[in-house]
């Protein structure tokens, strides 16, 4: 894996994606991470200018927060803007490559990248992993938007560009602001707040609609069952709510819902 050093200095870093390969050298710039080679492909930008303080009282204050909250935004809107069409994966950060899951992600990605479309993710292990994975190995562009969390978070191999945040809301805002859509396979508290939060944006108009598929009949039939039979039964959402996600078993069928929806890359 890529060890990364915090600066704010362009600055070169080495390492492997499996202990076979040929060492890469990636290029850091404040809080992006690219890849070998795709220095040209997303371009420059001087992120140098967003350097603080760190021995400074200033940097516990709320004015400070704000202005490093634009920051945030700034380095997101900057660097990703630079990409074509990408699609948002989501899922548990907790399965290891046996999972069923890790497989059926992996082959996302592999099938994303072959419609020409990018994979965006939280660019940590698990689910988050293999969907980058697939996505990189098949020549796409693999995307991750880490977070600074106190356990279980650390950067997978697979990625052309990362970018790393501190806020949450931030970094959702990337997810749905970049992408063409979400596929969203079985995970907890994150996932699901990330599936709700989609959810919302596109029932109330506050984000175009876009493709939302689940990955995995079986383990969201509870859920799917509980909102329609509670939410929508009760009058807390209405009917046509239920039809702002598609659930399936098939990788294929995923990948098909944003080909279909025009979502492909020109050439």
Not at 49 to 54: I, V
Not at 56 to 84: C, K, Q
Not at 87 to 108: D, K, M, N, T
């Amino acid at each position: 894996m890529v060890e990364y050093r915090e600066t704010d200095e362009p600055q070169e870093v080495w390492g492997t994606v499996s202990s076979t390969d040929e060492p890469r050298r990636s290029v850091r710039r404040g809080r992006l991470t690219l890849a070998p080679g795709e220095d040209e492909r997303m371009g420059h930008a001087d992120l140098g200018l967003l350097s603080r303080e760190r021995d400074s009282a200033f940097v516990h204050t709320d004015p400070w927060r704000a202005l490093r909250i634009l920051g945030e935004f700034v380095d997101g809107f900057d660097a990703l803007a630079r990409v074509g069409p990408c699609v948002s994966v989501f899922g548990s950060a907790r399965i290891g490559a046996y999972h069923p899951s890790y497989a059926q992600a992996e082959a996302l990605g592999r099938g994303l990248a072959d419609a020409g479309l990018g994979v965006i993710t939280g660019g940590g292990p698990g689910v988050m992993e293999a969907a980058n994975k697939g996505a990189y190995e098949h020549d796409g562009l693999s995307i991750g938007c880490t977070i600074e969390l106190p356990r279980e978070q650390y950067s997978n191999p697979y990625l052309n560009l990362r970018i790393d945040f501190r806020y949450f809301f931030v970094r959702k805002t990337m997810f749905v602001k970049y992408s063409e859509g979400f596929v969203v396979f079985p995970g907890g508290f994150g996932t699901l707040d990330e599936l709700f939060e989609a959810l919302t944006l596109i029932q109330t108009g506050k984000a175009r609609r876009f493709p939302l598929v689940l990955v995995g009949v079986d383990y969201w039939s509870g859920l799917v069952d509980w909102v329609r039979a509670r939410l929508a039964g009760e009058g807390m959402i209405g009917p046509a709510d239920i039809d702002l996600f598609t659930v399936t078993d098939s990788v294929e069928e995923a990948c098909a819902v944003f080909t279909h929806a025009g979502a492909g890359r020109t050439s």
